[in-house]
């Protein structure tokens, strides 16, 4: 699609949105940017363009509209590009669509611009940390000034897509409100981590948030690969279906062909011949069964990308827990703290949960995203000396905690961070855990779960 001369509206104007006013200045867009929301006026918008893109010269500098969008530029526009945060079903993007305006996401409007090779990573849970990993072994493979890790990780791939060549690679953390608008978007190697219930306020259905995560290999064809995880219901059923090439892995069972975990050991499978790759507990920095399959997932990949394995397992074993994901931070007087903030649903706090070897004094509540927590707290397992809840959620999980045994004396509420973090002091003792692992997401006390994992650190460093 040529965006040359084409009045174009970008929806939102977060990260992605102007990322997509970067890239779109660049292909020659006629551009309006605009912000629903009634805390922002236009000359807020104008401002942060200017801070933001100061460096870029634009053949139409975009015109910024906040609030409500007139009808008169709704007729002009020939083309709308949504950051990921809008909703595909608004009144407004429905009329676009309604009239034949194409409607797409930055990733797309960022793969149209692609010259070379991508990897897109997606799932409910691991993306980060398997993102990253990739990221990392390919920098060690190609160098790093030909790999870029892009995507709901934090970094706009249209800010970086037109440094792509034809010896480059992409590797991108994608999102399942990112794949609601792709069209043409095609990685040649892709990977479902696993789907689980999620942003079901968004999707509304599981069937419907499944489908947006399966468009990750929508476009793929049996010469591109789509890696999945045997284990999870849904990337189970998707294999048989799935247009590429299908890779699994599992940490529950053995695979004739595949990645899998054998005792204590990582193995891969062709034809039932069997290689070890790394023992998890020598060789893996990372904890945890979660982090277990992030890594066969991220060596699937990057053997599907082309590393030699030897590169592989050289960066896995030297390889530290992302930021926020199941993170230590410190030990203070006898008490280990580690931050999870980025378990922001409860299959992704499950996944913090099993990780603690010590009674956990556990720090959850949050946003409500139409999740349910009986799995989470059926986790529990006797590891959880504390529950200390916070936020909207903080009653629907202590009612959900009740109902399944947890004795009602070792819920705490607290109507604050801070006053969370130090009643958790207070009752850790030298032996025990704390875990900040919510099972919800930071919004309405926090902008986003980065925020709330550098508060906990800093409390926690700070003491």
Same mark, same amino acid.
């Not at 696993?194 to 968004?202: C, S, V």
């Not at 259905?205 to 049996?222: P, R, W």
């Not at 900040?436 to 994992?453: D, I, K, T």
């Given at each position: 699609?040529?965006?040359?001369?084409?009045?174009?509206?970008?929806?939102?104007?977060?990260?992605?949105?102007?990322?997509?006013?970067?890239?779109?200045?660049?292909?020659?867009a006629?551009?309006?940017?605009?912000?629903?929301?009634?805390?922002?006026?236009?000359?807020?918008?104008?401002?942060k363009?200017?801070?933001?893109?100061?460096?870029q010269c634009?053949?139409?500098?975009?015109?910024?509209?906040?609030?409500?969008?007139?009808?008169?530029a709704?007729?002009?526009?020939?083309?709308?590009?949504?950051?990921?945060g809008?909703?595909?079903?608004i009144?407004?993007?429905?009329?676009?669509?309604?009239?034949?305006?194409?409607?797409?996401?930055?990733?797309?409007l960022a793969?149209?611009?692609?010259?070379?090779?991508?990897?897109?990573?997606?799932?409910?849970?691991?993306?980060?940390?398997?993102?990253?990993?990739?990221?990392?072994?390919?920098?060690?493979?190609?160098g790093?000034?030909?790999?870029?890790?892009?995507?709901?990780?934090?970094?706009?791939?249209?800010?970086?897509?037109l440094?792509?060549?034809?010896?480059?690679?992409?590797?991108?953390?994608?999102s399942?409100?990112q794949?609601e608008?792709?069209?043409?978007f095609?990685?040649?190697?892709?990977?479902?981590l696993?789907?689980?219930?999620?942003?079901?306020?968004?999707h509304?259905?599981?069937?419907?948030?499944? !489908?947006? /995560?399966?468009? #990750?290999?929508?476009?793929? $064809?049996?010469s591109?690969?789509?890696?999945?995880? %045997?284990?999870?219901?849904?990337t189970?059923?998707?294999?048989?279906?799935?247009?590429a090439r299908?890779?699994l892995?599992?940490?529950?069972?053995?695979?004739?062909?595949?990645?899998?975990?054998?005792?204590?050991?990582?193995?891969?499978?062709?034809?039932?011949?069997?290689?070890?790759?790394?023992?998890i507990?020598r060789?893996?920095k990372?904890?945890?069964i979660c982090n277990v399959?992030n890594?066969?997932?991220?060596?699937?990949?990057s053997?599907?990308m082309?590393?030699?394995?030897?590169?592989i397992?050289?960066v896995?074993?030297?390889f530290?827990?992302?930021?926020h994901?199941i993170?230590?931070? !410190?030990? /203070?007087?006898? #008490?280990?703290?580690?931050? $999870?903030?980025?378990?922001?649903?409860?299959?992704? %706090?499950?996944?913090?949960?099993?990780?603690?070897?010590?009674p956990?004094?556990?720090?959850?509540?949050?946003?409500?995203k139409?999740?349910?927590?009986?799995?989470?707290?059926?986790?529990?397992?006797?590891?959880?000396?504390?529950?200390?809840?916070?936020?909207?959620?903080?009653e629907?999980?202590?009612?959900?905690?009740?109902?399944?045994?947890f004795?009602?004396?070792?819920?705490?509420?607290?109507?604050?961070?801070?006053?969370?973090?130090q009643?958790?002091?207070?009752?850790?003792?030298?032996?025990?855990?704390?875990l900040?692992?919510?099972?919800?997401?930071?919004?309405?006390?926090?902008?986003?779960?980065?925020?709330?994992?550098q508060e906990?650190?800093?409390?926690?460093?700070?003491?």
């Open positions: 699609m040529e965006f040359r001369n084409v009045k174009t509206l970008v929806i939102g104007s977060g990260i992605s949105g102007i990322g997509a006013v970067s890239l779109l200045g660049r292909m020659g006629d551009i309006i940017l605009f912000d629903g929301s009634d805390k922002v006026t236009a000359e807020d918008l104008q401002d363009l200017n801070t933001e893109l100061s460096d634009m053949e139409y500098p975009p015109y910024c509209i906040a609030g409500e969008l007139p009808a008169e709704e007729e002009q526009v020939e083309a709308a590009v949504l950051s990921p809008v909703p595909t079903d009144p407004l993007v429905n009329r676009l669509r309604g009239r034949g305006v194409p409607v797409l996401g930055e990733i797309e793969f149209l611009a692609e010259k070379g090779c991508m990897a897109a990573i997606t799932g409910t849970n691991g993306k980060t940390t398997t993102t990253t990993l990739v990221g990392e072994i390919m920098r060690a493979h190609l790093g000034d030909k790999v870029f890790v892009v995507g709901n990780i934090g970094n706009p791939y249209t800010m970086e897509v440094k792509t060549a034809s010896d480059t690679v992409t590797v991108g953390e994608i399942s409100f794949l608008t792709v069209h043409s095609r990685p040649h190697v892709s990977a479902i696993n789907i689980t219930p999620d942003h079901l306020n968004r509304h259905t599981m069937e419907a948030y499944a !489908a947006a /995560k399966e468009a #990750v290999a929508c476009n793929q $064809d049996k591109d690969i789509c890696v999945l995880n %045997a284990d999870n219901s849904y189970a059923a998707f294999a048989d279906r799935c247009p299908v890779v892995f599992s940490s529950q069972r053995e695979l004739r062909d595949g990645y899998y975990l054998k005792a204590d050991h990582i193995v891969k499978s062709v034809d039932g011949t069997v290689q070890v790759l790394l023992d507990h060789d893996m990372l904890v945890g399959e890594v066969m997932a991220a060596i699937a990949v053997e599907g082309g590393v030699p394995m030897e590169t397992l050289r896995v074993r030297e530290r827990a992302v930021e994901r993170e230590f931070v !410190a030990t /203070k007087a006898g #008490v280990d703290y580690y931050n $999870d903030s980025k378990g922001t649903n409860p299959d992704a %706090a499950i996944q913090g949960i099993r990780a603690m070897s010590k956990t004094v556990l720090i959850g509540g949050g946003y409500d139409g999740s349910e927590f009986d799995e989470w707290i059926e986790s529990f397992e006797g590891k959880v000396k504390y529950l200390v809840l916070i936020g909207q959620t903080r629907k999980i202590a009612d959900c905690a009740r109902r399944h045994g004795a009602k004396d070792r819920i705490r509420f607290a109507d604050s961070f801070l006053e969370c973090l009643l958790c002091t207070a009752l850790a003792e030298a032996g025990d855990a704390v900040l692992s919510p099972a919800c997401a930071s919004w309405g006390m926090f902008p986003n779960y980065e925020v709330r994992g906990f650190k800093e409390y926690v460093n700070g003491r």
